[in-house]
């Protein structure tokens, strides 16, 4: 069992002195930060409020109301005679890494979860006027809307993968996707050949399925290094599985050209092992679009995508592709999670995939105009940073002079920035000296990070930390 000692966890919370009354709510505040962005592991024993309270200096009043809130809003659990453990609202002892609720001025520059454009609204509005002539059916598509299945079988078609509605199986967002492809192809103790680094939360699915992980890793300054490490671990382990991410990778947005796609699909032809890919960021190219996707290269892959990147989040629409059989196989696991998706959602999906073109290229014009304006802030106020430009996608992969991810995570907390370490993507204790910075804020707001930031990494240069954490500008 993993537990924190009160003083480690007095050290990660810092000093709550410039918090506006009442106390207990800064302080679950805290926690609750810590618990989204990995520093406190979910399923870690809390320290008992008694000595909580003497590590922080505050009473045992003000550290049990802290607990009971963190309860309440489902970020800890309490165990009779245990004690109080970390965990996800709503989820498993094990779950996702989300983004926790931004409510005290604090940027949030640890997910890459952009706003909802405008097409939202209006494809909402077109999905409540279609809605009436489905009521009189009993609402269930289990493998997805039929006409939602043949709007994604269309786009997989456009980009160079033929595909029928058949061969779609629609999810509740891109992980949902992911993991069930999992289940379907992976037993426990088999291998799943990973990039190091890649999405935290596809991981920890793939941990809690307990799978053993196969990382290879994938250095941007030599990004040719990966296609050789992965050639051997697939010819020497020959691993069951791979979750690959060739478009616009998270976190280091490289992109895998033609010739790579090829030379990977036949590395994977000939270990027998079957792919998983990611295509959450497929359609955010800001230069230029992606080669055809990897399936195309090489039967047997399975697809995914989704429209929490593309458009909003909170819609909670994904799919799969794959070979048709494969789909049935992987509608029937998805049936012991959900019977079906929401009608509403994928009406909505339909009206915002009838109207992709026009949205998405407004999107990533206003993507390069941010991509552009953080790269340009980071290399002015943190030259000693490297700040890559990735071709597409959401986020910058910053290198950083020495290993100080971690500290300066801790550090821009207590300036009201809220950071992802860079072991966070990775499979071990490695990767703090990189740091995902995703540039989905607004210009005006992104600028004030980088000048939030350049002092967070003044602190750590300096073995400092402030007092307590500024008001918050007023432009956030």
Same mark, same amino acid.
């Given at each position: 069992m993993q537990t924190t000692s009160a003083r480690r966890l007095a050290e990660l919370v810092g000093d709550l002195a410039g918090h506006r009354p009442p106390r207990y709510a800064a302080l679950a505040q805290r926690v609750r930060a810590l618990v989204a962005d990995g520093r406190v592991p979910l399923g870690t024993r809390l320290p008992a409020e008694r000595d909580l309270a003497a590590a922080l200096e505050l009473s045992r009043a003000t550290v049990t109301a802290a607990y009971a809130r963190l309860r309440e809003d489902g970020w800890a659990t309490a165990r009779q005679g245990a004690g109080t453990f970390a965990a996800l609202p709503a989820g498993p002892h094990r779950g996702a890494w989300v983004p926790a609720p931004v409510d005290d001025g604090t940027i949030d520059l640890a997910h890459a979860a952009p706003s909802a454009p405008a097409s939202v609204p209006a494809a909402f509005a077109t999905a409540l006027a279609e809605l009436p002539r489905y009521l009189p059916q009993h609402g269930y598509h289990p493998a997805g809307l039929p006409d939602l299945r043949a709007?994604?079988?269309?786009?997989?078609?456009?980009?160079? +993968?033929?595909?029928?509605?058949?061969?779609?199986?629609?999810?509740?967002?891109?992980?949902?996707g992911v993991t069930t492809a999992l289940q379907t192809l992976l037993s426990r103790g088999q291998r799943l050949l990973v990039e190091q680094p890649t999405y935290p939360n596809a991981l920890d699915a793939a941990r809690g399925l307990g799978v053993r992980l196969l990382p290879t890793a994938l250095d941007l300054?030599?990004?040719?290094?990966?296609?050789?490490?992965?050639?051997?671990?697939?010819?020497?382990? /020959?691993?069951?599985?791979?979750?690959? #991410?060739?478009?616009?990778?998270?976190?280091?947005?490289?992109? =895998?050209?033609?010739?790579? /796609? $090829?030379?990977?699909?036949?590395?994977?032809?000939?270990?027998?092992?079957?792919?998983?890919?990611?295509?959450?960021?497929? $359609?955010?190219?800001?230069?230029?679009?992606?080669?055809?996707?990897?399936?195309?290269?090489?039967?047997?892959? &399975?697809?995914?995508?989704?429209?929490?990147?593309?458009?909003?989040?909170?819609?909670?629409?994904?799919?799969?592709?794959?070979?048709?059989?494969?789909?049935?196989?992987?509608?029937?696991?998805?049936?012991?999670?959900? #019977?079906?998706?929401?009608? &509403?959602?994928?009406?909505?999906?339909?009206? +915002?995939?009838?109207?992709?073109?026009?949205? =998405?290229?407004?999107?990533?014009?206003?993507?390069?105009?941010?991509?552009?304006?953080?790269?340009? $802030?980071?290399?002015? /106020?943190?030259?000693?940073?490297?700040?890559? $430009?990735?071709?597409?996608? +959401?986020?910058?992969?910053?290198?950083?002079?020495?290993?100080?991810? /971690?500290?300066? &995570?801790?550090?821009?907390?207590?300036?009201?920035?809220?950071l992802a370490p860079g072991p966070l993507f990775g499979t071990g204790h490695a990767l703090d000296d990189r740091l995902r910075l995703p540039f989905t804020h607004p210009p005006e707001v992104l600028r004030h990070a980088a000048a939030l930031l350049a002092r967070a990494d003044a602190d750590v240069e300096h073995g400092s930390r402030p007092a307590h954490r500024p008001p918050p500008d007023p432009v956030v």
């Amino acid at each position: 069992m993993q537990t924190t000692s009160a003083r480690r966890l007095a050290e990660l919370v810092g000093d709550l002195a410039g918090h506006r009354p009442p106390r207990y709510a800064a302080l679950a505040q805290r926690v609750r930060a810590l618990v989204a962005d990995g520093r406190v592991p979910l399923g870690t024993r809390l320290p008992a409020e008694r000595d909580l309270a003497a590590a922080l200096e505050l009473s045992r009043a003000t550290v049990t109301a802290a607990y009971a809130r963190l309860r309440e809003d489902g970020w800890a659990t309490a165990r009779q005679g245990a004690g109080t453990f970390a965990a996800l609202p709503a989820g498993p002892h094990r779950g996702a890494w989300v983004p926790a609720p931004v409510d005290d001025g604090t940027i949030d520059l640890a997910h890459a979860a952009p706003s909802a454009p405008a097409s939202v609204p209006a494809a909402f509005a077109t999905a409540l006027a279609e809605l009436p002539r489905y009521l009189p059916q009993h609402g269930y598509h289990p493998a997805g809307l039929p006409d939602l299945r043949a709007r994604i079988a269309e786009r997989y078609t456009a980009r160079g +993968l033929q595909t029928t509605p058949e061969q779609v199986l629609v999810t509740a967002g891109a992980l949902h996707g992911v993991t069930t492809a999992l289940q379907t192809l992976l037993s426990r103790g088999q291998r799943l050949l990973v990039e190091q680094p890649t999405y935290p939360n596809a991981l920890d699915a793939a941990r809690g399925l307990g799978v053993r992980l196969l990382p290879t890793a994938l250095d941007l300054d030599e990004p040719e290094s990966w296609l050789g490490a992965a050639e051997t671990a697939l010819a020497t382990v /020959r691993p069951t599985a791979a979750y690959l #991410m060739p478009d616009f990778s998270n976190p280091t947005g490289r992109l =895998l050209d033609t010739a790579g /796609r $090829e030379r990977l699909a036949r590395a994977l032809r000939r270990s027998g092992t079957r792919a998983v890919v990611d295509e959450t960021f497929a $359609e955010l190219w800001l230069d230029a679009p992606p080669p055809p996707p990897l399936a195309a290269f090489g039967a047997g892959h &399975v697809s995914v995508g989704s429209l929490s990147k593309t458009f909003w989040g909170g819609l909670r629409i994904g799919w799969v592709r794959a070979e048709e059989e494969t789909i049935r196989a992987l509608t029937a696991v998805a049936l012991r999670s959900t #019977m079906a998706g929401p009608v &509403v959602e994928q009406l909505a999906a339909c009206a +915002l995939l009838d109207q992709a073109g026009p949205a =998405l290229e407004e999107q990533r014009r206003a993507l390069r105009e941010r991509r552009g304006v953080l790269a340009h $802030e980071l290399r002015t /106020r943190l030259p000693s940073w490297r700040v890559p $430009e990735p071709a597409g996608g +959401l986020v910058l992969w910053c290198g950083l002079p020495s290993a100080r991810s /971690r500290a300066l &995570v801790a550090a821009a907390e207590a300036h009201g920035l809220r950071l992802a370490p860079g072991p966070l993507f990775g499979t071990g204790h490695a990767l703090d000296d990189r740091l995902r910075l995703p540039f989905t804020h607004p210009p005006e707001v992104l600028r004030h990070a980088a000048a939030l930031l350049a002092r967070a990494d003044a602190d750590v240069e300096h073995g400092s930390r402030p007092a307590h954490r500024p008001p918050p500008d007023p432009v956030v």
